[in-house]
């Protein structure tokens, strides 16, 4: 896995990308180029934290997987490998960083993984009542431009009895909180 994320992260493809996230600042979206092997470089988790992705999903085998924030796919790809019979969507603003994701996801035989594109604004609360069960949550601060407590307590109000696990990351440093388990 980290050798398809080193290849990722060499390329000098340029991405058109639209951020509705943090790096908007204060308009609705904004849109860069970009190469994708410097997206890879700043918005995917360290190897570290990539591996403590895959052992965690290893360990609970979460059924039913959310990210918000697919970027390129690296972490979903280290998330769906730790248990390959989940069921996971992952949401990304940009089509095209998406569009890539998928790519990688087919190249390493990735099976259910549902990308959702748009504004989280957008496509969160449909993407919530499609799943009715959320096992495992994953998402990276800088790309939340909502409040975190309001995306949790959406997934919440799905089902009480579901195991909840969290990593967030802020700038450089890593926080775990298990927020519940049943």
């Known amino acids: 896995m980290w050798e398809q994320r080193n290849e990722i992260a060499s390329s000098t493809n340029p991405v058109e990308t639209v951020d509705f996230g943090v790096g908007a600042g204060k308009k609705a979206y904004s849109t860069k180029i970009i190469k994708l092997g410097k997206i890879v470089r700043l918005r995917s988790p360290s190897r570290s934290v990539l591996k403590l992705l895959y052992r965690i999903t290893k360990y609970y085998k979460p059924e039913n997987i959310l990210e918000l924030g697919t970027s390129a796919g690296i972490s979903s790809i280290y998330i769906k490998s730790g248990n390959p019979l989940s069921n996971m969507i992952t949401m990304e603003g940009c089509a095209n960083l998406a569009s890539g994701a998928n790519d990688?996801?087919?190249?390493l035989g990735l099976s259910n993984i549902d990308i959702i594109i748009g504004n989280f604004d957008n496509t969160l609360e449909d993407t919530l009542k499609k799943m009715k069960k959320v096992d495992f949550v994953f998402l990276m601060e800088i790309t939340v431009k909502n409040p975190r407590l309001g995306i949790l307590n959406s997934v919440y109000n799905l089902q009480t009895?579901?195991?909840?696990?969290?990593?967030?990351?802020f700038t450089g440093r890593l926080e775990w909180r298990m927020l519940g388990i049943v």
Do not use: A, R
């Open 104 to 107: 990688s996801f087919s190249k």
């Open 161 to 169: 009895k579901i195991v909840y696990l969290l990593l967030t990351i």
